[in-house]
T-cell receptor
């Protein structure tokens, strides 16, 4: 069965550079969520989209932005990267903007900022 | 703000033992509670989802219970195997703060042969 696809799987950037992470949800899933997991930390919610509109916002820095496109894939753009942005970034998708649905997570994109 | 706590932080057991992982949460206004497994440096695999109206869910050797009124959930693993070694995360979806999962810090489980 198709899963949530994230790319790239690994990314290395320098401080103050920009990075873009991509997420392709499970087919027919119209809701996408982004989470950030720092080393040894629990995942922290960043932002979510339902039907291409932002549905919820968590602890996402102002340097980050995200959007969901017409094909439901989502991109997380991170600018002016800092060392503390080094983390595993997870994308999850679900069918519909409802708490009753199970979130399916991707394998994550590991960002290292040097 | 919802606080999710998992006890113990780490656990080491010999193969074959039954074990219980604990999760507690401070705000009982939840949609559901989900248990995940995470292998080192890897993604999150959903194990069990319990809706707020349910008391427990079972999948193979795993059984998760939910006591919403007391803010507690347990994950029971029967006849543990070395392949069960991983970090187990509990996550709560609140009904009054959007649809963001609140995660606990996890229990790191090591099952020794």
């Amino acid at each position: 069965a198709a899963g949530v696809i994230q790319s790239p799987r690994h990314l290395i950037k320098e401080k103050r550079e920009t990075a873009t992470l991509k997420c392709y949800p499970i087919p027919r899933h119209d809701t996408v969520y982004w989470y950030q997991q720092g080393p040894g930390q629990d995942p922290q919610f960043l932002i979510s989209f339902y039907e291409k509109m932002q549905s919820d916002k968590g602890s996402i820095p102002d340097r980050f932005s995200a959007q969901q496109f017409s094909d439901y894939h989502s991109e997380l753009n991170m600018s002016s990267l800092e060392l503390g942005d080094s983390a595993l970034y997870f994308c999850a998708s679900s069918p519909g903007d409802s708490g009753a649905n199970v979130l399916t997570f991707g394998a994550g994109s590991r960002l290292t900022v040097l | 703000k919802q606080e999710v706590t998992q006890i113990p932080a780490a656990l080491s057991v010999p193969e074959g033992e039954n074990l219980v992982l604990n999760c507690s949460f401070t705000d009982s206004a939840i949609y559901n509670l989900q248990w995940f497994r995470q292998d080192p440096g890897k993604g999150l695999t959903s194990l069990l989802l319990i809706q707020s109206s349910q008391r427990e869910q079972t999948s193979g050797r795993l059984n998760a219970s939910l006591d919403k009124s007391s803010g507690r959930s347990t994950l029971y693993i029967a006849a543990s195997q070395p392949g069960d070694s991983a970090t187990y995360l509990c996550a709560v979806l609140n009904s009054n703060s959007g649809y963001a999962l609140n995660f606990g810090k996890g229990t790191s489980l090591l099952v020794t042969p």
